[in-house]
């Protein structure tokens, strides 16, 4: 094995860093597919170029760098040596190659990667070198890669095939595939209540080339999930402030922060004292004996003043305003115009009282238990 892989003497963190590293480079994650995928787990060159949209070089280039480091090893079938149309050397997994897989979760998608290859269409030649004979793998290295049927449904390639079907044209169909596998893996059915999309990759460890919502919405598309509403509330209201759902006390929880952000404004103004001969001069000219806000801001803009542009208001009518009309139009417009302003900081004490719609949740559907 190379010092890639062997990292710093006593260095754990720095050697998991280097094989996660060594497995997740894309032709290198791409070969160990289709290894596993692979019917016997021992595919040709010809077949990993037949199936990978890469040329042959840089495979070949990538396949050694896996045998070097111990990944990957050639098994070559002598009896094959003198035919034209069968290959004679063939790549496979090593007992280190299987250890680092099972270690990074490779093989939990050895069923999944096994219907995707199943559902692939072969030239004829790489349906000659997939069938052609070849070496036994180390009983150890066949052990560890038999699919326990009993943990994925022996039809599921009938559901990789319907979605190579229908969305063959799609650069995230094998993502789709491997997301519909771990539906059915996971029972989610159509008598379950649904997984959110943040439950779905946490739950299921998904390695995706592709966005997951993207994934979801052609899974959708092709009624192989269906995306659930869930029940409550079509809309719920958070509070900034606490971070907590507040229906049922949407105004009251808004004029608390309200409450809180009147008093920083008053809070902000008292910092200043002044002079008792301060005075203001008007655009005319005029002196007065009223403290201006820009004095009052020690000549700089305070909330009030923010606020008073804002809602078009004199700067002594600002929390008055503020506590007319809608609280919660009041209290977030407020908010957006300090955060929009680099002069002054808002106060964690208030917040805006924002509306989100729950979150979807996705299940197999009906046609999907038909089709498996």
């Known amino acids: 094995m190379s010092d890639t892989t062997k990292g710093k003497p006593g260095n754990p963190f720095e050697e998991q860093r280097e094989m996660y590293e060594l497995l997740s480079q894309e032709t290198r994650h791409l070969v160990l597919q289709y290894v596993l995928g692979h019917p016997k787990h021992l595919p040709s060159l010809d077949e990993l170029a037949y199936l990978m949209p890469k040329n042959k070089a840089a495979i070949r280039d990538q396949v050694q760098r896996l045998r070097e480091e111990g990944i990957l090893e050639r098994y070559e079938y002598p009896p094959n040596e003198g035919s034209r149309d069968l290959p004679s050397q063939f790549y496979g997994l090593t007992e280190h190659g299987v250890e680092a897989l099972d270690e990074y979760n490779y093989l939990r998608g050895l069923p999944v990667a096994r219907a995707l290859y199943d559902s692939t269409r072969l030239s004829e030649k790489a349906s000659r070198h997939r069938n052609a004979p070849r070496p036994a793998l180390p009983e150890a290295v066949d052990r560890a890669l038999r699919i326990d049927r009993e943990d994925e449904p022996s039809d599921f ?11 063959g044209n799609t650069h995230s169909v094998d993502d789709q595939i ?38 979801l919405s052609h899974l959708v598309e092709i009624d192989v999930l269906e995306r659930v ?30 409450d809180a952000l009147v008093e920083h404004v008053d809070d902000e103004l008292q910092t200043v004292q002044l002079a008792e001969d301060a005075a203001e001069w008007s655009d005319e000219g005029v002196q007065t004996t009223t403290p201006s806000v820009a ?3 020690g000549a700089g803009r305070t909330i009030r ?21 809608d609280p919660v139009d009041r209290l977030n417009t407020a908010i ?8 002054v900081t808002a106060s964690e004490e208030y917040g805006r009282i924002v509306f989100v719609s729950p979150a ?13």
Not at 196 to 205: E, L, P, S
Not at 336 to 343: F, K, L, N, V
Not at 360 to 372: C, D, H, N, P, Q
């Open 229 to 258: 509403e869930p029940s409550g509330p079509d809309v719920f209201a958070i509070s900034e402030r606490i971070d907590e759902i507040v229906n049922g006390r949407v105004e009251a929880e808004a004029r608390q922060n309200i």
């Open 178 to 215: 491997t997301v519909a596998g771990a539906f059915v893996r996971n029972d989610v059915d159509p008598d379950h209540d649904g997984l959110k999309r943040t439950a779905i990759a946490d739950q299921f460890d998904l390695d995706l080339q592709y966005e997951l919502r993207t994934v």
């Open 305 to 325: 003043s923010i606020l008073a542009r804002e809602f078009d208001v004199p700067p002594e009518r600002v929390v008055d305003y503020l506590r007319s009309g």
């Open 336 to 343: 957006d115009a300090i955060e929009s302003s680099h002069e």
């Open 360 to 372: 979807y949740r996705y299940r197999l559907s009906e046609t999907a238990l038909e089709v498996v």
């Open 295 to 297: 004095l009052a801001d």
């Open 157 to 167: 390639a009938r559901l990789a095939e319907y979605v190579r079907e229908h969305k």
